[in-house]
């Protein structure tokens, strides 16, 4: 029995549930990320943006786990096997659940599949399933995929671009409405998302893995690296992306943290060749010639990049490794340019989106090397969206874009050179045949010697003013284990407290 007076003993209980309540908030254990961009959208269907999908991949989940060198683990799925060339059967894990609670079943992923192929939903990864010519539900847990021809990459992109999502409530969900609140199976289920502020995501207890590392993960975007940088090494966030060379000492002399490499970024400058100036072989090819690229690693990227001789990244399964960059020779390109009929040089613009790291140096020394030669490109900085907008209708000249040099050379030679992917600047049927050829050949040798002549003839052509690959940077704090990937997503159930 207590001898307290009622009110202090009602005081007392008040003070230890709160006690209790902070105690628990302070357990919470939560990661900041900062990124340089906003996601658009939180659905990997609909998206192809980094800063999206980073977001998107921790809350979706998919068949495949994606490995460092192009292979593939198991995910959703616990097995898989290729009765013959042209059919997979995948096995599905028992007893798996949504974040919503509904089952992950053969029906699942058979509805998935249908939504990213439907027209209707305009996902820019619905080229990359194009080989895919039917699916269909074995039992409850045992789904066949059929392809048109033998698909060599197939397992690999499906552990990117085939989110399984759940059919009911997807279905119930007006398009846009689940891009901005999306339902998964992945490592993190979303809490909260206003555009403009947080990506609030919180741990879900029913996923087939090991657990996160971090109750609580918040994505937060601050375009100015300058900003993003002081929130680092004042301990407010734990990870920034687009850390460029300049930031990088600082970022070390404050012993806030530590840089991690993530994959090779290959910016590149696409050129037009549909329209106008650049359906000239010889003019892309005294652009290339133009450009001084060995003195613009050193400059930006203290000579860390690697220069780029053809479309296909010289880490990247395929490329040619035979062919040397464009050398720099201002007066050959000069010569090219007078026999395409441009003596005097030419009037063009050079767009690029303004939330790429260290763009705005390098578009001037680009443009500065160009004016060299003759070529007047004036700088036109654009908005994320509005450049996209303007890429999709065909109205750049010149626009400074990246990939990233993934292991798997079909992942991004189909995407932005097939016709039936991305039919804006360039179309090519001899390119478009080699690229189904080298997505249908199953011999690795054969199929390295039909991406090696892609890589030759692309060198040739000239579509883009090749440049370098250069890593991109992470900041990561003292007190978390984090180590950038391959693939540059930031899969942060890989992150975990350094105590």
Same mark, same amino acid.
């Given at each position: 029995m207590s001898f307290l007076p009622r009110k202090?003993?009602?005081?007392?209980?008040?003070?230890?549930?709160?006690?209790?309540? &902070? %105690?628990?908030?302070?357990?919470? #254990?939560?990661?900041?990320?900062?990124?340089? *961009? $906003? !996601?658009?959208?939180?659905? +990997?269907?609909?998206?192809?943006l980094q800063h999206s999908l980073n977001v998107a991949f921790n809350i979706q989940d998919r068949l495949f786990e994606p490995?460092?060198?192009?292979?593939?683990?198991?995910?959703?799925?616990?097995?898989?096997?290729?009765?013959?060339? &042209? %059919?997979?059967?995948?096995?599905? #894990?028992?007893?798996?659940?949504?974040?919503? *609670? $509904? !089952?992950?079943?053969?029906? +699942?992923?058979?509805?998935?599949f249908e939504r990213l192929v439907d027209e209707s939903l305009g996902s820019p990864h619905r080229g990359r399933m194009g080989q895919v010519s039917g699916v269909r539900v074995v039992d409850e847990m045992t789904v066949e995929f059929t392809t048109s021809a033998p698909f060599a990459p197939i397992l690999h992109l499906m552990s990117y671009y085939l989110p399984i999502v759940p059919p009911v409530a997807t279905a119930a969900t007006e398009t846009d409405a689940f891009n901005r609140n999306p339902i998964g199976a992945g490592p993190y289920r979303l809490e909260s998302w206003e555009r403009g502020g947080d990506v609030v995501l919180s741990a879900f207890d029913g996923y087939w893995g090991d657990a996160p590392g971090y109750d609580r993960v918040i994505f937060r975007t601050i375009p100015e690296e300058s900003a993003r940088v002081a929130s680092f090494v004042t301990g407010e966030v734990q990870i920034i992306e687009g850390v460029s060379v300049r930031s990088q000492q600082s970022i070390e002399r404050s012993g806030a943290g530590t840089l991690t490499d993530s994959m090779g970024v290959m910016p590149y400058v696409g050129l037009n060749t549909r329209d106008g100036i650049f359906t000239d072989e010889r003019v892309r090819q005294a652009?290339?010639?133009?450009?001084?690229?060995?003195?613009?690693?050193e400059a930006l990227f203290n000579g860390r990049g690697i220069l780029a001789a053809g479309p296909i990244s010289p880490r990247t399964f395929g490329a040619d490794l035979s062919l040397e960059p464009y050398p720099y020779d201002p007066e050959r390109a000069r010569e090219l340019l007078a026999e395409a009929g441009y003596p005097d040089g030419f009037e063009t613009t050079l767009s690029y989106p303004t939330n790429m790291t260290q763009i705005?140096?390098?578009?001037?020394?680009?443009?500065?090397?160009?004016?060299?030669?003759?070529?007047?490109?004036?700088?036109?900085?654009?908005?994320?969206?509005?450049?996209?907008?303007?890429?999709?209708?065909?109205?750049?000249?010149?626009?400074?874009?990246?990939?990233?040099?993934?292991?798997?050379?079909?992942?991004?030679?189909?995407?932005?050179?097939?016709?039936?992917?991305?039919?804006?600047?360039?179309?090519?049927?001899?390119?478009?045949?080699?690229?189904?050829?080298?997505?249908?050949?199953?011999?690795?040798?054969?199929?390295?010697?039909?991406?090696?002549?892609?890589?030759?003839?692309?060198?040739?052509?000239?579509?883009?003013?090749?440049?370098?690959?250069?890593?991109?940077?992470?900041?990561?704090?003292?007190?978390?284990?984090?180590?950038?990937?391959?693939?540059?997503?930031?899969?942060?159930?890989?992150?975990?407290?350094?105590?």
């Open positions: 202090v003993t009602a005081a007392l209980s008040a003070l230890s549930l709160a006690l209790c309540a &902070t %105690t628990a908030l302070s357990e919470t #254990r939560t990661l900041i990320v900062v990124q340089s *961009g $906003e !996601p658009v959208g939180l659905d +990997a269907m609909q998206n192809n490995l460092e060198d192009g292979g593939v683990a198991p995910g959703i799925a616990e097995s898989w096997d290729f009765p013959d060339d &042209t %059919t997979l059967v995948v096995k599905i #894990r028992p007893g798996l659940t949504f974040h919503n *609670g $509904e !089952p992950i079943d053969a029906e +699942a992923v058979r509805y998935s652009v290339n010639l133009g450009v001084n690229r060995d003195l613009i690693n705005n140096e390098q578009a001037q020394a680009i443009a500065a090397d160009l004016e060299l030669i003759g070529v007047r490109a004036a700088l036109q900085p654009l908005d994320r969206a509005v450049m996209w907008e303007r890429y999709v209708a065909r109205e750049h000249d010149m626009f400074i874009y990246w990939w990233d040099d993934n292991p798997e050379p079909d992942r991004y030679m189909y995407s932005l050179f097939h016709s039936n992917s991305r039919d804006y600047y360039y179309s090519n049927p001899e390119t478009d045949a080699a690229l189904e050829l080298g997505r249908s050949t199953l011999d690795r040798e054969e199929r390295a010697e039909i991406y090696a002549g892609i890589d030759r003839a692309l060198y040739d052509e000239a579509p883009w003013l090749y440049l370098y690959i250069v890593p991109e940077t992470y900041a990561v704090a003292s007190d978390v284990n984090y180590t950038g990937r391959r693939d540059g997503f930031l899969f942060v159930r890989f992150a975990e407290p350094a105590n």
